[in-house]
């Protein structure tokens, strides 16, 4: 059973392997090494800040680069060794999930799809009295069957792909903390980085690296349906989004923190020691937090009552 699993492992990945070298630029192969190019780049840029300390970033800065020394209690070579692992096996994940596209089919798909929004869309348009011209009525139907297809399905799929994933991540990170035997052995990994930092967001024991990051997203992917080149932009945008709530510096133009309640300064109380119980949900909400009380508010860092706390 094992060998039967290493061979289709090893079988997938040559498959993988060959369409790089065909076509590097295939929206499946796209979606294998952009988020990984993603993560090394975006993460550069915040190690670079820490190390030339500009003090225009320096004030937004959320922890000292002595506090860093003092309290992670991991080495950098570290972090990125393990780093690289699960990356390796995000690539083995995605080489079973993703499979070549067939242009010509996939052509075929869109026209049928669109053929049927613009079916359903002329049946209601009918409805509307005060449409009477037949060209404008047809052009009308073809824009809004081309809004569904390209835009409003799509922002479906990403938005219910960040509520999978969210909620994914919420209850499997809960439990990595409450079950005394699955932190000690494998989420006691992340936690040795007190003060956080770009290059640790994917810094994990690499059977929690599996459960949640990996499999996350591959639920994420195959339970909204989307495309390999969809996929590609999602899996990027969320490996953007975590390396951004790792990466020690609060800043307030930055979009990945404005925009969404759950960003650096809300993960970071969950690393030190007043907050490692609360603040479980990444990357994108905070809701399931609020839901269930496990929420520690990110400017005040008061804890709630006693009766909300987790075990």
């Known amino acids: 059973m094992l060998s039967n699993m290493i061979d289709y ?14 076509d590097p630029w295939a929206d499946e192969i796209l979606a294998l090494w952009v988020p990984i190019a993603a993560y090394w780049i975006y993460s550069m840029i915040f190690h670079f800040l820490m190390i030339a300390e500009i003090p225009y970033f320096e004030q937004y800065r959320i922890h ?12 950098v070579k570290r ?3 393990m780093v690289t692992l699960q990356q390796a096996i995000q690539i083995i994940l995605g080489s079973l999930v993703l499979h070549p596209v067939n242009l010509q089919l996939m052509a075929a798909q869109q026209e049928q799809s669109l053929g049927r929004l613009v079916s359903y869309s002329m049946n209601a348009l009918n409805l509307l009295p005060f449409i009477s011209n037949p060209d404008r009525h047809i052009q009308l139907a073809l824009n809004i069957a081309n809004a569904l297809y390209w835009v409003v399905i799509p922002g479906a799929q990403f938005f219910a792909a960040m509520i999978i994933m969210d909620t994914h991540q919420y209850f499997l990170h809960r439990l990595f903390h409450l ?10 990994h992340h936690h040795r980085l007190y003060v956080p930092y770009a290059f640790g967001a994917l810094y994990n024991h690499p059977v929690e690296g599996f459960l949640l990051d990996s499999l996350g997203a591959t639920l994420a992917f195959e339970l909204t349906r989307m495309t390999p080149r969809m996929s590609m932009v999602f899996f990027t945008f969320s490996t953007l989004k975590t390396v951004d709530d790792h990466c020690g510096y609060y800043l307030p133009w930055n979009p ?20 490692i119980k609360t603040n479980f949900s990444q990357p994108f909400f905070t809701f399931w937090d ?22």
Request: without cysteine; glycine residues 4%.
């Open 9 to 22: 492992i090893l079988q997938a990945l040559s498959t993988s392997y060959h369409s790089i070298q065909k």
């Open 256 to 275: 990945l923190q404005f925009l969404f309640g759950n960003n650096v300064k809300y993960h970071d109380i969950h690393h030190q020691a007043y907050g």
């Open 179 to 188: 079950n005394k035997f699955l932190y000690k052995h494998f989420h006691s």
């Open 64 to 75: 000292s680069s002595e506090d860093s020394d003092k309290r992670n209690r991991v080495s």
């Open 290 to 311: 609020k839901l269930l009380g496990t929420e520690m508010n990110a400017d005040a860092r008061q804890m709630r009552p006693k009766s909300n706390k987790t075990n």
């Open 79 to 81: 972090v990125l060794g």
